[in-house]
C-alpha cells in the first residue's frame, strides 16, 4: 500500500499569512504515460464532509479560490493557503489514487 | 446541482448488519464511479471501495473483503453499501463520493469530486 505522510500535524497561521502543507508518498503517485500525478487535497471543516479542493496534484477544483494552490510531483507535494482567511481554517488531507487501495495522510488542521 | 443524499443514523450492536444509502441526483449515475469513504471519530479518512453504476464493476480493499458488499440500483441513481459483522471500530461515519472516471475498455477512477453528507454509524452493545 502507498504511505501518505503529511507534515505538519498542525499550524497556527496568522490572517493574511502563508501556510505550507507537505505531503509525501512511498512511492511515486507519477504516470509516465500521461504526466499525471494522482494525487488529491481536500479540506474538511468541523461536522461537514470532506471538500475536493486540488486534484492532479495542481488542478484547482471549480470555485476554489486561487489563493489555494498544489504544486509537486512524484512522491513530494505542496498544498500552499495564501493570505490565509478565517474560512480556510480546517482539516487538509492529501489522497493518492494512483493505485488502489487509495489512501490519504492523516490530515494537517490549519488554525488562526 | 450534483448531490449525493445518503440515508439517516443508524445504531447497530456488534455482531448486526448495517446498510447505507447514497442517492444521486443532477447527473447521469451510469457515467461516475461511487467510492465509499469512512471516518471513525477524530480520525481520518479511510477508503473502502468502490463500485461502477455502469456495470457494476467493484473494487474493496483488502481490509475489508469478505465482510463489505457495494451494491447498485441504476432505477433508482442509488448506490448501496452493506457492512457485516459490526465490531465497535466500525463506529464512524460512512461518505459516499462522486468519483470522474475514464470509461474505456477497462474502467479507470480517479478523484473523488462531490460527497455525501455522511451517515453515522455506531455500533455499541
Known amino acids: 500500500d502507498i504511505v501518505m505522510t503529511q507534515s505538519p500535524d498542525s499550524l497556527a497561521v496568522s490572517l493574511g499569512e502563508r501556510a505550507t502543507i507537505n505531503c509525501k508518498s512511498s512511492?511515486?503517485?507519477?504516470?509516465?504515460?500521461?504526466?499525471?500525478?494522482?494525487l488529491a487535497w481536500f479540506q474538511q471543516k468541523p461536522g461537514q464532509p470532506p471538500k475536493l479542493v486540488v486534484y492532479w496534484a495542481s488542478t484547482r477544483d471549480s470555485g476554489v479560490p486561487d489563493r489555494l494552490s498544489g504544486s509537486g510531483s512524484g512522491t513530494d507535494f505542496t498544498l500552499t493557503i495564501s493570505n490565509l482567511q478565517a474560512e480556510d481554517v480546517a482539516v487538509y488531507y492529501c489522497?493518492?489514487?494512483?493505485?488502489?487501495?487509495?489512501?490519504f495522510g492523516q490530515g494537517t488542521k490549519v488554525e488562526i | 446541482q450534483v448531490q449525493l443524499v445518503q440515508s439517516g443514523a443508524e445504531v447497530k450492536k456488534p455482531g448486526a448488519s448495517v446498510q447505507v444509502s447514497c442517492k444521486a441526483s443532477?447527473?447521469?449515475?451510469?457515467?461516475?464511479?461511487i467510492s465509499w469513504v469512512r471516518q471513525a471519530p477524530g480520525q481520518g479518512l479511510e477508503w473502502m471501495g468502490w463500485i461502477s453504476p455502469y456495470n457494476g464493476k467493484t473494487e474493496y480493499a483488502r481490509k475489508f473483503q469478505g465482510r463489505f458488499t457495494m451494491t447498485k440500483d441504476t432505477s433508482t441513481s442509488t448506490a448501496y453499501m452493506e457492512l457485516r459483522s459490526l465490531r465497535s471500530d466500525d463506529t464512524a461515519v460512512y461518505y459516499c463520493a462522486r468519483v470522474m472516471s475514464i470509461f474505456g475498455v477497462v474502467i479507470t477512477p480517479h478523484y473523488m469530486d462531490v460527497w455525501g453528507k455522511g451517515t453515522p454509524v455506531s455500533v455499541s452493545s
Open positions: 489522497q493518492q489514487y494512483y493505485t488502489t487501495p487509495w489512501t
Open positions: 443532477g447527473y447521469t449515475f451510469t457515467t461516475y464511479v
Open positions: 512511492q511515486s503517485v507519477l504516470n509516465s504515460s500521461n504526466n499525471k500525478n494522482y
